[in-house]
């Protein structure tokens, strides 16, 4: 497991405390020191977090050739491969590339579908309805949300603009 300090300062990054600056740089430093440890699952574990706290920072092509390689490493488990495509899409909705974010959210929904909503993948998958509403995809936006045992009716802007 990453020390507790890392693991605290990615906590408190991740919900939007300013140090994200600090903590990114001790993940860059865990990432070194780390390197030539046997144990892949917590390498990979600590590059994940670097990636997240990567974009959280803009440092898109960071991130982008962090979450790309992971790729391989996640083929056998669909829910992380999922939020790798999700985020991968974020970091092309935030340059702009609208196209580009809805083939790899298009990716991650075809992964994500399949499970049963509990609370950490409805988590996700209203986030990835966020999304596509910012790509103006609102039949994505209503599959998404449906699938996620969420009233639909909630989201009355979505559906009056949708016909």
Not at 13 to 26: N, S, V
Not at 40 to 60: G, P
């Amino acid at each position: 497991m990453l020390n507790l300090r890392a693991s605290i300062l990615l906590q408190s990054a991740l919900d939007g405390d300013p140090r994200i600056a600090q903590t990114h740089a001790m993940f860059e430093q865990l990432i070194q020191s780390f390197s030539h440890e046997i144990d892949l699952d917590r390498i990979r574990l600590i590059r994940s977090n670097y990636a997240f706290l990567s974009i959280r920072l803009q440092k898109y092509d960071l991130a982008e050739s962090i979450l790309v390689e992971k790729i391989g490493d996640e083929l056998m488990n669909p829910i992380l491969l999922a939020d790798i495509f999700i985020s991968l899409g974020t970091i092309q909705i935030r340059r702009g590339n609208a196209p580009g974010a809805k083939s790899y959210f298009h990716q991650g929904w075809a992964l994500m579908r399949n499970f049963a909503p509990e609370t950490h993948i409805r988590r996700r998958m209203v986030e990835l309805a966020d999304w596509y509403e910012l790509i103006d995809d609102k039949d994505m936006v209503i599959e998404i949300l449906r699938a996620t045992n969420k009233p639909v009716g909630n989201f009355s802007a979505i559906l009056q603009n949708s016909n």
